[in-house]
């Protein structure tokens, strides 16, 4: 593929199409990309950029590795996985908070280990060595809410946004860890050798975020 455009990394669904009406404000419109929901690769060539949509949790890893030179993922994600990639601008959109939540009432009786079900293992585990509590990781891919009903956790540690999921559920937040918005991110060394261009995307970015 040619070079001289700025390859960026979209993640698939609601949140990558937030994303991309901020590109396109931003002055790197490619209305296709958002149009035809099979193709993967799109491109506009007068404003030298190339969109590809990848699964959300894929994003830092084609940046990290320079398949993309830029790309937008939750910082959930960057806590979790650690990538080695520049943070840009906070996009401020994807907002929401990862959260402990447990069975209405739950009390921890701190006797035995305590059961936690997640997708973000290393974020559970440093939040928990942070108290001094023993903890049991279950890691799953999806569905976390559904542990503690059938007894598989004690509880849960997730993402919230609206607070639906939980209480349709029966569930609660015991405790907020961190809040969560979508990120720009950056490929170190196409930072390093695009940085005019991708300087010039992130300022135009983050002056249409600072105005939404
Ligand atoms: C996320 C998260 C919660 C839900 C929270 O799930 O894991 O289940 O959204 O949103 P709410 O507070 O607005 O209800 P996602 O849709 O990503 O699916 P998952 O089951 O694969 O985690």
């Not at 698939?12 to 149009?35: D, H, I, N, Q, T």
């Not at 084609?62 to 994600?77: Q, S, T």
């Not at 979790?80 to 009390?107: I, Q, S, W």
């Not at 999921?165 to 569930?171: A, D, G, K, M, V």
Request: net charge neutral; proline share 4%.
């Amino acid at each position: 593929m040619k070079n001289d455009f700025i390859n960026v990394a979209l993640p698939k669904g609601r949140l990558g199409e937030k994303v991309y009406s901020l590109f396109e404000k931003a002055g790197y419109p490619c209305r296709e990309a958002v149009e035809n929901s099979r193709k993967l690769v799109f491109e506009n060539p007068d404003a030298g950029i190339r969109y590809f949509w990848v699964k959300p949790s894929d994003v830092a890893i084609y940046v990290e590795r320079g398949a993309a030179d830029i790309g937008a993922a939750g910082k959930d994600l960057l806590i979790e996985y650690g990538p080695d990639v520049y943070e840009l601008a906070d996009l401020r959109t994807g907002r929401c908070r990862m959260a402990v939540a447990a069975p209405k009432g739950f009390r921890d009786d701190l006797s035995g280990t305590l059961k936690v079900a997640t997708k973000f293992s290393n974020i559970a585990r440093e939040y928990y060595r942070g108290k001094g509590r023993d903890i049991d990781i279950i890691h799953l891919n999806g569905s976390i809410e559904i542990a503690p009903i059938l007894g598989l956790s004690d509880v849960i540690v997730d993402i919230v946004e609206t607070g639906t999921t939980l209480r349709e559920n029966n569930l609660e937040v015991i405790d907020t860890i961190l809040p969560i918005s979508a990120r720009l991110i950056a490929n170190k060394s196409s930072y390093r050798f695009k940085n005019a261009e991708i300087r010039k995307l992130a300022d135009a970015i983050e002056k249409v975020v600072s105005h939404e």
